[in-house]
């Protein structure tokens, strides 16, 4: 399997040779050069499977330069109970990402039980043993620097703490996250994991990380890398629990399911997408997205209107609080029927902060299932309150996203999944706010915000950060 650019003017590589960098030479993104196929007989064979044995049948037919033995020794150390534990009382931990029946034909997909309470735990978990291989095999070390207001970071953190080549150096704004949040990532011991709390605001934080990339000379000699949610091992590893739930809530291939999935930077509905191009039998992808709303206006009229950082609004959903959806790109490329140039053509608009409408593609939008929704801060308070008093189930802002718009979206014999992609207990002053109370710690974390922490405060000047990188490595 190579991997091709959706802006057509890299060289192909194969999965180990993209797993460590970002964006391709030419500013594209990485996609397969054509989607493996799952046949009938295929979807019979996976049905049945327990995660991790699903997850290798998947997963080794787009990495075809790792041996199949370690790479499968690679995900059955990923997808291990341990690692999962903080499900529900109710959910098996070694289902690792459990269905949860709310009502006929409606259901969460459970994928917040990793050791940061949110979905990106799923993929970086994935991604930390596979880097820590694949570096081993080149021989090869990498630091990697990022920015964070929240979860991107804690769960590159917890994925790569304690892994041989890696080191983590991970700003956050002084004073900015909750207190939870702090104290996950800040309560980290690891030698290699280095936690820089800056004085200032994220955007700070970004512009000191791109500053650091920028200076190509310093990125080469300090091997500076990064674990954004372009990251192509990311998104692979997110194609598997669409798989998963379809098997759990259907008993034939013949039915069709649909998935709501609370959106941001686009990856995790991304992923659900290639699993439909894959064979996964999905009628409807429904994107919802916060009051930071340019996928639910794009899905409704064709127009891909990036709103800048100054119009980004800050939410009781944080952590879809984006002006532009990174990984948006890789979808248009299908759409445009992989049209290289057509891409560039778009994205020579959008990199100059402009916008393109492609209105004459609505009709194929519905062909790829694509639907949309939008929420407030409101809906989002309502829909935790509903869901607490009608299933007795607690659930976090961004979930509380994707049932909302799922519920208008939602057809009668179609069974509805929305992906849980966060826990309540994460977001404090929201759950208190909708339903007067906090909600309840998963046990192993009731006195997190006492534990000993390890960071450095530094100001936002690139100077410093170098020089803390220098010294450090
Ligand atoms: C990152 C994140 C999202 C958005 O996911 P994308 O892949 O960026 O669309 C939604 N909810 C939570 C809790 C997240 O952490």
């Known amino acids: 399997m190579r991997y091709i650019s959706t ?18 030479p030419d500013g594209g993104l990485y996609l397969p050069e054509s989607y493996p196929q799952f046949t009938d007989a295929d979807l019979t064979a996976m049905r049945g499977l327990n995660y991790r044995d699903l997850a ?44 949860l029946k709310l009502a006929d034909n409606l259901y969460l997909l459970s994928l917040s039980n990793g050791p940061t309470l949110a979905f990106k735990d799923m993929a970086m978990q994935l991604l930390g043993n ?25 769960a590159a953190e917890y994925a790569m703490r304690g892994k041989k080549g890696v080191r983590v150096f991970m700003l956050s704004p002084h004073k900015k996250m909750s207190r939870f949040q702090t104290a996950q990532m800040f309560s980290l011991q690891d030698d290699n994991i280095f936690n820089i709390a800056v004085n200032g605001v994220f955007d700070d934080c ?31 590893a997110q194609v598997v629990y669409y798989f998963k739930a379809y098997f759990a809530v259907t008993t034939n291939n013949a039915q069709k399911v649909d998935f709501s999935v609370p959106s941001g930077n686009f990856g995790n509905v991304c992923a659900g997408h290639i699993a439909r191009m894959m064979g996964l039998p999905i009628d409807k992808l429904v994107v919802a997205t916060n009051e930071n709303d340019v996928l639910d206006e794009f899905f409704k009229t064709g127009v891909y209107r990036p709103r800048g950082s100054a119009n980004t609004y800050h939410t009781s959903s944080p952590s879809m609080d984006i002006s532009k959806a990174s990984n948006f790109e890789r979808f248009v490329f299908d759409l445009v029927g992989r049209d290289a140039t057509k891409v560039r053509e778009l994205w020579a608009s959008v990199d100059n902060g402009g916008a393109f409408d ?6 194929q939008l519905a062909e790829y299932g694509f639907v949309s ?19 007795g189930v607690v659930i976090d802002t961004h979930t509380a996203d994707g049932l909302k718009v799922a519920l208008e979206q939602r057809e009668k014999n179609t069974p509805m999944i929305v992906l849980e992609t966060a826990l ?16 309840e710690r998963p046990a192993g974390l009731f006195e997190i915000e006492n534990l000993p922490q390890k960071f450095t405060v530094m100001d936002a000047n690139v100077a410093q950060i170098k020089d803390f990188i220098v010294k450090h490595t």
């Open 7 to 24: 802006r057509g003017q890299s060289p192909a590589f194969s999965f180990s040779e993209i797993l460590l960098g970002g964006l391709a």
């Open 358 to 363: 492609i209105k004459h593609l609505m009709s």
């Open 424 to 439: 309540a207990v994460k977001f404090e002053d929201a759950i208190v706010e909708a339903l007067g109370q906090a909600a």
């Open 56 to 99: 290798f049948y998947i997963l080794s037919r787009l990495i075809d330069d790792i041996p199949a033995v370690d790479l499968k020794n690679i995900i059955d150390n990923t997808y291990r109970a341990e690692v999962y534990g903080f499900a529900r009382k109710s959910q098996n931990a070694d289902d690792i990402a459990p269905i």
């Open 130 to 154: 596979l880097f820590e291989y694949v570096l081993a095999k080149k021989g090869e070390t990498t630091n990697i620097l990022g920015a964070t207001s929240g979860d991107t970071g804690s």
């Open 373 to 391: 929704g939008a929420s407030n801060h409101a809906n989002r308070m309502a829909t935790i309150r509903e869901t607490k008093e009608k299933y």
């Open 206 to 236: 970004q512009d000191m990380v791109k500053a650091v990339s920028n200076d190509a000379t310093f990125k080469a000699k300090y091997k500076i890398g990064a674990v954004n949610s372009i990251n192509w091992g990311r998104i692979v």
